[in-house]
């Protein structure tokens, strides 16, 4: 399954896609901000080493959250993380979450593979971005998922308008802070996540994921159950 994020900065967008991630036996989170904390992260995947240490890391029994943190070899990381994946795909059964992280910083042309023919039961791709140009054109095209938080300019509304319809653009122009529309593409229907204190997790912490420090946890609300969202 393909999820975007997308929004105004500092609104939620890297704990929401962690949070959904998570939810999944096994994640990798690539952060080229280094904005999740990690006690063994992962740098530049540039040698044999580094990708040893990220097949290892999920030899161990889930939950597992690795996150690859490049520091001067972003193109060469996102390539190979995408290879990762592919022979994830190839290689285990396992359900594995990736959240590419600021996806309008690196190009996207290695994960078609992934994009395009990992198994949508298998992989889940959660992307965050602030806005729709950020993402291709092809990706937005097969996502299954927009999770949408407030947004403002004119052409970002009008491309989201043109996906997800007027009605749904119009609320996600209105929506308060931490409070995000989520169009479910395969329904054609949207619906509101007005309690962030639902998907709260720390990605700035003292723990091994450590996250939004001035997020507070609120009162449950029902949450489908089926899929990440």
């Known amino acids: 399954m393909i999820t975007i994020i997308m929004g105004r900065r500092e609104l939620g967008k890297s704990t929401l896609a962690l949070y959904m991630a998570t939810r999944r036996?096994?994640?990798?989170?690539?952060d080229p901000r280094h904005l999740?904390?990690?006690?063994?992260?992962?740098?530049?995947l540039t040698t044999q080493i580094a990708r040893d240490a990220l097949d290892d890391r999920f030899l161990a029994s889930p939950p597992v959250v690795a996150v690859v943190q490049p520091n001067d070899a972003l193109e060469q990381s996102s390539i190979a993380l995408a290879d990762f994946v592919r022979r994830w795909t190839e290689t285990r059964l396992d359900r594995l979450a990736v959240v590419l992280d600021e996806a309008a910083l690196y190009a996207m042309e290695p994960w078609a593979w992934v994009v395009r023919c990992a198994p949508r039961q298998q992989i889940d791709l959660i992307l965050t971005a602030h806005r729709p140009q950020d993402i291709p054109t092809t990706i937005r095209a097969l996502a299954d998922t927009w999770c949408v938080f407030r947004?403002?300019?004119?052409?970002?509304?009008?491309?989201i308008e043109d996906r997800c319809g007027i009605a749904f653009s119009s609320a996600v122009e209105r929506l308060q802070p931490r409070h995000f529309a989520v169009w479910d593409d395969a329904k054609?229907?949207?619906?509101?996540?007005?309690?962030?204190?639902?998907?709260y997790v720390p990605i700035r912490s003292q723990s091994?994921?450590?996250?939004?420090?001035?997020?507070?946890?609120?009162?449950?609300?029902?949450?489908?159950?089926k899929g990440l969202f």
Request: no cysteine; proline share 13%.
């Open 25 to 30: 036996p096994y994640a990798v989170v690539f």
């Open 151 to 159: 947004t403002t300019q004119p052409h970002d509304l009008e491309a």
């Open 188 to 199: 054609g229907s949207w619906s509101l996540r007005t309690q962030p204190g639902v998907w």
């Open 36 to 44: 999740f904390q990690s006690d063994a992260s992962i740098g530049d």
């Open 208 to 225: 091994p994921i450590g996250a939004s420090d001035s997020l507070v946890p609120g009162e449950p609300e029902e949450m489908p159950a």
